[in-house]
């Protein structure tokens, strides 16, 4: 699903990328759910940005293991989209906190 995703987005077919990004994430590819939050965060294949949702997509993929998703809630936190209290849910893993810690500390946060 995130390859055929992938493969829009080289196309510049970004409704058909985010729609197969999503429901790759949905099944819970982690690099699937980053993608997502690139497309939701940047507007693309979408009506509007929609950094709420951008926000929920890097942090499930920062719980998954992907570090790239963890600096980009960074980056997102330090912009002011989403808050400070959503970090660290009841439901977040070690991993997502280490992976948080570590971006949220090299973004000079911490």
């Given at each position: 699903m995130d390859a055929l995703g992938?493969?829009?987005?080289?196309?510049?077919?970004?409704?058909?990328?985010?729609?197969?990004?999503t429901k790759g994430a949905e099944a819970g590819l982690p690099v699937a759910m980053f993608n997502t939050g690139v497309f939701l965060e940047e507007g693309r294949g979408v009506a509007a940005p929609d950094y709420q949702a951008a926000v929920e997509w890097?942090?499930?993929a920062a719980d998954a293991g992907d570090g790239g998703a963890a600096g980009n809630l960074c980056r997102m936190y330090t912009h002011g989209h989403?808050?400070?209290?959503?970090?660290?849910?009841a439901s977040?893993?070690?991993?997502?906190q280490t992976l948080v810690f570590l971006a949220l500390k090299g973004?000079?946060?911490?």
């Open positions: 992938t493969i829009h987005s080289t196309r510049n077919e970004d409704e058909r990328a985010v729609a197969w990004f890097f942090r499930r989403g808050r400070a209290w959503q970090l660290f849910p977040s893993s070690s991993t997502l973004c000079g946060v911490t």
